[in-house]
């Protein structure tokens, strides 16, 4: 059974920085993508990025390139979003998510697999 923790959210003021973490487990997730989510509250769950997990390669949006980046540990079955710079607009609901496929889905629909959510709260 696939289950996909998440940690790391918390409250920070803008311009600081958060690691998020998201503990993978209950398969081989070598042919897998790993994504992040977002939903702020009475907004739709937005795409943020993904890695690969076989070959590290990331995908993220415009609106977090240089702010945000995805890695993940092997070792620890572990996936990060490490996000810099933050902006109150970045205030959310953040999910990680999982999903056998050869390419880069970007709609939440796509993913099977699910964590429960770790909030991450930016003030101004």
């Known amino acids: 059974q696939v289950q996909l923790v998440e940690s790391g959210g918390g409250l920070v003021q803008a311009g600081g920085s958060l690691r998020l973490s998201c503990a993978a487990s209950?398969?081989?997730?070598?042919?897998?993508?790993m994504a992040w989510f977002r939903q702020a509250p009475g907004k739709e769950r937005t795409f943020v990025g993904a890695?690969?997990?076989?070959?590290?390669?990331?995908y993220a949006t415009d609106s977090v390139k240089g702010r945000f980046s995805i890695s993940r540990d092997n070792a620890k079955n572990t996936v990060y979003l490490q996000m810099n710079s933050l902006k109150p607009e970045d205030t959310a609901l953040y999910y990680c998510?999982?999903?056998?496929?050869?390419?880069?889905?970007?709609?939440?629909?796509?993913?099977?697999?699910w964590g429960q959510g770790t909030q991450v709260t930016v003030s101004s």
């Open positions: 890695i690969r997990w076989s070959t590290g390669s990331v």
């Open positions: 209950g398969r081989s997730f070598s042919n897998y993508v």
């Open positions: 998510a999982a999903e056998r496929t050869f390419t880069w889905p970007t709609v939440s629909s796509a993913y099977d697999y």
